[in-house]
C-alpha cells in the first residue's frame, strides 16, 4: 500500500525540525537476519551521529538508548515492524526519548499498534482511480496521457490493481513501449498468472500466520468472500477452527476487511 514511502515523504518533510533522525528501513528483515542488536547499533549511530558503537547484548542496547536518547529530540522511523520485542528494545518507552520527540511505525499488523498503545494510527489506503490512473501513466507512457488506443487498456489494467500502487508501478513499467495488442495479451494472461514481484509482497503477511489462521484465510478466499461474517463463522465453527479469534487475527493484519457484515 506504499507504506515506507509515505513515511520516507514524511521523514524527508520534517526532520529539519529535529536534533537527530533515522530512518531504519526494514527492520522484520534485519531482526529476522541478524537480531535486535544490529537494529540498535544502527538507532544510536544515527541519533547520536556516531560510527561503530558496539552494543554488547539486546540488555546492552536498551541501557544505552533510554540513557543516551532521553534528553535528544529525536525523529525515528521504524519501517516494517513485525513483532512487539522489536519496539520493546528499540523505544519500549515513550520517556525513553528526549521532549518533542517522534515516533512514526509502519506495520501490517494494527493489533502490534494497539498493545503498544501509540497515539494515533492512521491506516493507508489504496489509490482512487483518478491517482492511479495518474501513476500507471507514468509508468507505462513516461507522461501523464495515454494514447487514445490505449486509453480502455489503461482502465483496465487499472481495475485489475485495485488501488495498489506496487502492482499499478509494476504493471505499469512492465508495459512501457509495448504494442496494443502485446498489452492485451498480458491482461488475458494475469487472470492465469498474476505477477510474481506483487504476490512475493503479499505473501509475507501470510507466510507469517499460523496454520490454523492460514487454513481460515483461504477458505474464505476460495468459498466464502464476500459472505456475510455469521454464516463464515458457523461454518469455520462446524470445521473446528476457532474463527473468533481468527476472524480478528486476519482482519488486525490487513489480509481481510469486514465491511457492512461481509467478509
Known amino acids: 500500500m506504499g507504506k515506507t514511502t509515505l513515511a520516507r515523504v514524511v521523514y524527508k518533510m520534517i526532520s529539519n525540525q529535529?536534533?537527530?533522525?533515522s530512518f531504519i528501513s526494514n527492520v522484520r528483515e534485519?531482526?529476522?537476519?541478524?537480531?535486535?542488536?544490529?537494529?540498535q547499533q544502527t538507532l544510536l549511530n544515527d541519533l547520536l551521529i556516531l560510527r561503530d558503537i558496539k552494543v554488547k547484548d539486546a540488555d546492552d542496547g536498551v541501557s544505552m538508548i533510554k540513557n543516551r536518547l532521553c534528553n535528544k529530540n529525536i525523529l525515528l522511523v521504524l519501517d516494517d515492524i513485525n513483532e512487539?520485542?522489536?519496539?520493546?528494545?528499540?523505544?519500549?518507552?515513550?520517556?525513553?526519548?528526549?521532549?518533542?520527540s517522534r515516533v512514526i511505525i509502519t506495520t501490517r499488523d494494527v493489533h502490534l499498534l494497539m498493545?503498544?498503545?501509540?497515539?494515533?494510527?492512521?491506516?493507508?489506503?489504496?489509490?482512487?482511480?483518478?491517482e492511479a490512473l495518474h501513476l500507471f501513466n507514468s509508468k507505462a507512457f513516461h507522461e501523464e496521457h495515454p494514447l487514445e488506443d490505449y486509453l480502455e487498456l489503461c482502465q483496465a489494467f487499472v481495475n485489475?490493481?485495485?488501488?495498489?500502487?506496487l502492482a499499478i508501478e509494476?504493471?505499469?513499467?512492465?508495459?512501457?513501449?509495448?504494442?496494443?495488442?502485446?498489452?492485451?495479451?498480458?491482461?488475458?494472461?494475469?487472470k492465469e498468472f498474476p505477477k510474481r514481484k506483487i504476490l512475493n509482497v503479499l505473501q509475507l503477511s501470510?507466510?507469517?500466520?499460523?496454520?490454523?489462521e492460514k487454513e481460515i484465510f483461504l477458505h474464505i478466499a476460495f468459498f466464502s468472500n464476500y459472505i456475510n461474517q455469521?454464516?463464515?463463522?458457523?461454518?469455520?465453527?462446524?470445521?473446528?477452527?476457532?474463527?473468533?479469534?481468527?476472524?480478528r487475527v486476519l482482519i488486525d493484519k490487513s489480509l481481510i476487511k469486514l465491511q457492512d457484515d461481509q467478509l
Do not use: M
Not at 160 to 165: E, F, S
Not at 206 to 212: K, N, V
Open 206 to 212: 501470510f507466510d507469517e500466520l499460523q496454520e490454523i
Open 160 to 165: 485489475y490493481a485495485n488501488g495498489l500502487p
Open 30 to 39: 534485519v531482526y529476522e537476519k541478524y537480531g535486535i542488536v544490529k537494529l
Open 230 to 247: 455469521e454464516t463464515i463463522i458457523a461454518i469455520l465453527d462446524h470445521l473446528e477452527l476457532y474463527p473468533k479469534i481468527g476472524l
Open 18 to 21: 529535529f536534533e537527530a533522525c
Open 84 to 100: 512487539l520485542d522489536q519496539l520493546n528494545k528499540l523505544v519500549a518507552k515513550h520517556d525513553w526519548l528526549g521532549p518533542g
Open 115 to 130: 498493545s503498544y498503545k501509540v497515539h494515533d494510527i492512521y491506516e493507508v489506503e489504496g489509490l482512487s482511480n483518478e
Open 170 to 190: 509494476v504493471l505499469g513499467s512492465f508495459l512501457y513501449n509495448r504494442r496494443t495488442f502485446e498489452w492485451k495479451s498480458e491482461l488475458d494472461r494475469l
